[in-house]
């Protein structure tokens, strides 16, 4: 009986260990999560391996075990390499979080090689892909991926004289809450909507002008009609605005209704919301060298040069795309996931859908901005 | 001193009111500086205890989510922390019924063992019980005060279970019915999965020892096996009606959340030591023991099958087992509950290995094993110091006074950067959320779409958490959500580009109160989870009743057929000859 027990004991532990050694060499897909898809098959055996390796080492944030796999690493430090990464100065991407990745080799020798590392960021206003190329050389029976520094454009010490526009508002008192004003709103007005059918569903875009001579904070709220008036949905503008429009300013606007389609809908109540708010003309962004490319690959480029002498965090850039009789046809918009330093441009590129783009011929582009503290 | 040493290494057991004195010895004045605030979950349950503090017979909780059913979460422990609010106040009246739990815990592991091994081993596994790591985290880490509370009276259940099944006098019967009813009351997952891993041992026990003394067929056996199953079936659902209604009605269909003890162990050794290290403490040492014994002896081997098939679900993802054996429900439940469990199936054997090394090494066995008992408390209880749930500690009664003044409150509000402290917040506002920590209750789409949990939280779920965020914040208007809370400035770009402006700032500038012009005041959901009066008032009298019933019924006197059993028993199995094998 005792040996009977003994075999089984071992019959046990032999289980369990196996169980581990599988859980371990195949583990499930909630225990690849925490290991940022890594696994004990990781290798140095091939480029696409060690850019792989590199890339979960940056979605886990391991910038040590990332650094110390370069290389050329005696040609930067950590620091600069992960502020290469993340942006040297806060940016969208200094606190964003890696959430996907993808390796594409481009070219490979027996010595050399390049890959693509596509980085797909989860960023707080929404994704964010940057690419970089990664040339990975061989080292004895490893591979070794090489990091190439882009250094952030140094700008001279300079002065940089300020004279722009500034509107603050005298609020009843210190028990007043802001947006409760007994004063007559700004005047601001809907200039064009139209309704829309995409694959992701129905959008309502158009554009909203600030009548007044002060500035506005602004907002849409777009109500969808069936043919018997009831409401079949109602949207916000949220991001897609810039909520913010000095006197005179306008701003492209979309709205999405993903679960509804254009055929339901007789009608659409748009719903303008105005409110004085302080504000001032300062940063002022320029928008340089803009152009429309055509199909394939349709999109809007341009260089956004930050005039003033602060560093604005993150920078919006909403465009409208016009027809040939100045119907508003698109609004497309995009985040720079780099900050902006005073007189270095930055550039961008929205993209349009190739469906569209025969169909614009120009677009007016508008910028938002935000600066960490800058409302304190 | 001499008297004491006598105690542990006499062949006498403990004294059972020795071991409750050392429950109140270890952990009483842990509770009194009132240690599990810091855990994860412990808010939560104050919170829900809160609710039933001023709406007794209505679980519908308008604070969290717009509105959720508290239906959905068994509520006896929290009952009994609101009706002792009333006298401690709430945040001490958690921690007595904690206590409470610790001491029934004490009798439930002595009663357990006691039918698996002598009553010196059982009363040393009860006193291994104060020390347990893995009773120590859930206390004081995790705070899962459903857990830990159901566990007792389960294992105080179990052998009346035996009892009945062996001998079918009915006063066993009742008591077991009511206690399992009872246990029900408190956690559902500790019955249902209990029945599995700690329950089926304790069945196959009866049958293999149906010849021993008293015969029992096994016509008789599956007769009464069969009988109490049904009667407890009815009863929970009669007790936990709500519940099954609420859980049929709307299942938890929504998108997993992630949970660290899902990981793999090994891979990622970080959460090994929280979700294996840390709970067993030890105990690991005895592993080979366990083993052995619970292989060697016929009838300890059910209970090493039920402690084996618990440790490896426990393991999370370390082991294919849980994915196999849960399916779905691998990715909803925890898996730290499961190592609790195991623990507590271990304890018989450790009970026994510590009897043994008592008896052959005296006063040195008892030293060794005091400083490896302690030391597994005490990196437990320290693990809520060293690893605590919240990184940073912040008051948020300014918040809350800020909601409550000058009409605030008539917006729903969210916060961002808070942590667990939401539930805090909860409790002490009028005002309502579209947040919440009890994912399973929520009904809102935003939050059950992406696999995220808290949106106070949402960065830490990477694109699941902040797709979430944004979702809410885009439906601002629907649900009359205005002001937003944020204590960690990650979040300000997008509550600027979204049309949010900052209004004013609290706690010296470290939480910024932002609003949204023109959001509508927040209107009452007319949600189809509301339960009707007549769930409510059930809710309000079963659960609690049950466990009032249960207190009387186990008053009813024993016969001493039980102990005298346990020690006929393990003198017939656990002989010198075996002992001198094992070793």
């Not at chain 1, 909403?318 to 119907?327: C, E, I, M, R, V």
């Not at chain 2, 509550?495 to 012009?517: M, Q």
């Amino acid at each position: 009986m005792v040996s009977q027990g003994r075999i089984f004991a071992l019959l046990l532990a032999a289980v369990t260990i196996v169980l581990v050694v599988v859980g371990t060499v195949w583990p499930s897909p909630s225990a690849v999560a925490y290991v940022g898809g890594e696994s004990l098959r990781s290798s140095t055996s091939t480029p696409e391996a060690v850019v792989e390796n590199l890339g979960n080492d940056i979605r886990d944030q391991a910038w040590e075990k990332a650094y110390s796999s370069f290389a050329n690493k005696a040609e930067f430090t950590e620091p600069e390499f992960v502020h290469d990464l993340k942006g040297y100065s806060p940016g969208l991407l200094t606190y964003a979080t890696l959430n996907s990745f993808e390796v594409l080799p481009i070219h490979a020798s027996a010595k050399e090689a390049d890959v693509l590392l596509k980085l797909h960021w989860s960023t707080i206003v929404g994704a964010s892909v940057t690419t970089r190329r990664v040339h990975v050389v061989r080292n004895g029976d490893r591979w070794e991926p090489e990091w190439q520094i882009v250094k952030d454009p140094s700008v001279p010490p300079q002065i940089i004289p300020v004279n722009y526009l500034r509107w603050d508002v005298i609020y009843r008192g210190s028990e007043d809450d802001w947006g409760a004003q007994d004063v007559e709103s700004p005047h601001v007005r809907i200039v064009d909507v139209h309704p829309v059918e995409r694959a992701e569903g129905m959008m309502v875009l158009g554009e909203l002008i600030n009548e007044d001579v002060v500035p506005a904070y602004v907002s849409v709220t777009a109500t969808l009609l069936s043919k018997h008036q009831s409401v079949i949905a109602t949207e916000g503008s949220f991001d897609k605005i810039s909520h913010l429009l000095l006197p005179k300013q306008v701003t492209p606007f979309l709205i999405r209704f993903p679960d509804v389609q254009l055929s339901d809908v007789e009608s659409i109540r748009m719903t303008p919301l105005s409110a004085l708010i302080a504000a001032s003309a300062d940063p002022v962004i320029e928008i340089e060298n803009e152009q429309l490319h055509p199909s394939p690959d349709s999109s809007l480029t341009g260089q956004l040069a930050n005039q003033s002498g602060q560093i604005v965090n993150v920078a919006h850039v909403l465009a409208t795309f016009y027809d040939s009789a100045g119907q508003v046809v698109w609004v497309a918009d995009k985040y720079l996931d780099h900050a902006l330093l005073p007189q270095a441009p930055v550039p961008f590129e929205i993209h349009i859908p190739e469906d569209l783009s025969k169909k614009i011929s120009s677009q007016r582009t508008v910028v938002a901005t935000y600066s960490f503290g800058g409302y304190q | 001193m001499q008297k004491v040493n006598s105690i542990f290494t006499s062949e006498q057991p403990i004294p059972i009111s020795l071991v409750l004195m050392a429950v109140l010895v270890v952990h009483l004045p842990l509770l009194l500086m009132q240690l599990p605030l810091k855990s994860f979950d412990t808010n939560f349950h104050i919170f829900f205890a809160s609710h039933y503090v001023h709406h007794w017979f209505n679980p519908w909780n308008t604070k969290w989510y717009a509105g959720f059913s508290q239906a959905t979460y068994p509520p006896l422990p929290q009952q009994w922390i609101a009706l002792a609010s009333r006298i401690l106040g709430l945040d001490m009246a958690y921690m007595a019924v904690q206590l409470a739990a610790m001491l029934l815990l004490v009798l439930g592991v002595y009663r357990f063992s006691l039918l698996w091994v002598s009553p010196r081993a059982a009363s040393i596994a009860a006193l291994a019980s104060v020390f347990l790591g893995s009773e120590s985290f859930l206390v004081y880490s995790a705070g899962q005060l459903g857990t830990t509370f159901a566990a007792p009276i389960y294992l105080n259940a179990l052998p009346f279970l035996f009892e009945w099944v062996r001998h079918g006098k009915w006063r066993p019967f009742l008591k077991g019915s009511v206690l399992f009813t009872a246990a029900a009351a408190a956690h559902h997952a500790t019955l249902l999965f209990g029945s599995f891993f700690f329950a089926l041992p304790v069945l196959a026990l009866a049958l293999l020892d149906r010849n021993d003394g008293e015969q029992t067929s096994i016509s008789a056996f599956l007769r009464r096996a069969i009988t109490i199953t049904v009667v407890v079936g009815a009863g929970i659902a009669i007790v936990l009606l709500p519940f099954w209604i609420a859980l049929f009605q709307y299942p938890v269909t929504q998108t997993p959340i992630p949970h660290a003890s899902r990981a793999n162990y090994i891979l990622s050794p970080q959460w090994g030591l929280n979700y294996f290290i840390i709970p067993y403490g030890a105990l690991i040492l005895a592993f080979p023991f366990i083993f052995l014994r619970g292989c060697t002896v016929v009838r300890l081997r059910p209970l090493l099958l039920g402690f084996w098939v618990a440790f490896l679900v426990g393991l999370g993802g370390t082991t294919p087992v849980g994915h196999i054996l849960l399916g779905r429900a691998f990715e909803v439940l925890t898996m730290e509950r499961f190592s609790y469990w195991a623990t507590l199936l271990a304890l018989p054997f450790i009970g026994l290995l510590a009897a043994e090394l008592v008896e052959r090494y005296r006063m040195w066995a008892v030293v060794g094993l005091t400083i490896t008992a302690a030391l597994s408390c005490a990196l437990a209880v320290g693990w809520a110091t060293f690893r605590p749930a919240d990184g940073e500690d912040f008051k948020v009664d300014t918040v809350a006074a800020w909601l409550n003044r000058d009409s605030h409150d008539q917006y729903r509000y969210v916060t961002l950067g808070f942590g667990n402290k939401i539930a805090r917040l909860a409790m002490m506002t009028d005002a309502n959320s579209v947040d919440g920590e009890w994912n399973s209750g929520r009904m809102l789409p935003e939050l059950t779409r992406y696999g995220a949990g808290a949106l106070t939280s949402s960065k830490y779920f990477g694109k699941p958490g902040l797709d979430a965020l944004r979702a809410m914040l885009t439906h601002a208007d629907h649900y009359g959500l205005k002001w937003v809370f944020v204590r960690d400035h990650f979040y300000d770009p997008l509550l600027s580009f979204a049309g949010w402006r900052p209004v004013d700032t609290l706690e010296d500038n470290t939480i910024t109160v932002w609003s949204k012009d023109g959001v509508p005041p927040a209107t009452p959901l007319n949600a189809p989870q509301i339960p009707p009066r007549w769930q409510g008032l059930m809710w309000g009298i079963l659960p609690f009743g049950s466990s009032v019933l249960a207190i009387f019924v186990v008053l009813i006197p024993n016969e001493k057929r039980y102990e005298r059993r346990a020690q006929k028993v393990h003198a017939a199995n656990n002989s010198r000859e075996l002992e001198r094998l094992v070793w």
